[in-house]
T-cell receptor
Framework: AQSVTQPDIHITVSEGASLELRCNYSYGATPYLFWYVQSPGQGLQLLLK??????LVQGIKGFEAEFKRSQSSFNLRKPSVHWSDAAEYFCAVGAEEYGNKLVFGAGTILRVKS | DTGVSQDPRHKITKRGQNVTFRCDPI?????LYWYRQTLGQGPEFLTY????????KSRLLSDRFSAERPKGSFSTLEIQRTEQGDSAMYLC?????????????FGPGTRLTVL
């Protein structure tokens, strides 16, 4: 079965500082990997996805993520955080062999200090 | 192109009552998913449809839960005899079936509070 671990429940960074949110997954073959963002009381917005090819993927709002097969990781990064980035971030994994459902991590709440 | 919509956005009910939520997917999408998100957790898969066929149900979907997609367009999720443990955000997503894994587009969710 697939699983996703986001080790950091909360992260606080200063505005303008760089950000890295960690995500580790457990799955045998090559998974499909996603990062979503959720503002309070809202649904999920897709930031970026990895399906195949270049292991460094670019997303919206200046985010990027790198797939590292050897580490089973898909960490999300942003070089300079803006106050509007404060939200909850979810890493998710999917695989055709397990149907079309997504398995999500527990999320990381990002706080931005001004 | 309107996104996925859900109705109502919020529902407060008393324990033991029945509730029904509606999801309208993106119009050309043939797959529709329901997820549940409790406080402090990521969304958990409940069930999904391809057209009107319900193809998979999670163990989380107890007998009190039923989902339908009668004409392959909108879907309803009904919870009978609600319990306090049903309090959660219920998220709907839709996708267009293709090769490989589909990208899912999420609606704003329905927040259920059971008193």
């Amino acid at each position: 079965a697939q699983s996703v671990t986001q080790p950091d429940i909360h992260i606080t960074v200063s505005e303008g500082a760089s950000l890295e949110l960690r995500c580790n997954y457990s799955y045998g073959a090559t998974p499909y990997l996603f990062w979503y963002v959720q503002s309070p009381g809202q649904g999920l917005q897709l930031l970026l996805k990895y399906f195949s090819g270049d292991t460094l993927v670019q997303g919206i709002k200046g985010f990027e993520a790198e797939f590292k097969r050897s580490q089973s990781s898909f960490n999300l990064r942003k070089p300079s955080v803006h106050w509007s980035d404060a939200a909850e971030y979810f890493c998710a994994v999917g695989a055709e062999e397990y149907g079309n459902k997504l398995v999500f991590g527990a999320g990381t709440i990002l706080r931005v200090k001004s | 192109d309107t996104g996925v919509s859900q109705d109502p956005r919020h529902k407060i009910t008393k324990r033991g009552q029945n509730v029904t939520f509606r999801c309208d997917p993106i119009s050309e999408h043939n797959r529709l998913y329901w997820y549940r998100q409790t406080l402090g957790q990521g969304p958990e898969f409940l069930t999904y449809f391809q057209n009107e066929a319900q193809l998979e149900k999670s163990r989380l979907l107890s007998d009190r839960f039923s989902a339908e997609r009668p004409k392959g367009s909108f879907s309803t999720l009904e919870i009978q005899r609600t319990e306090q443990g049903d309090s959660a955000m219920y998220l709907c997503a839709s996708s267009l079936a293709g090769q490989g894994f589909d990208e899912q587009f999420f609606g704003p969710g329905t927040r259920l509070t059971v008193l």
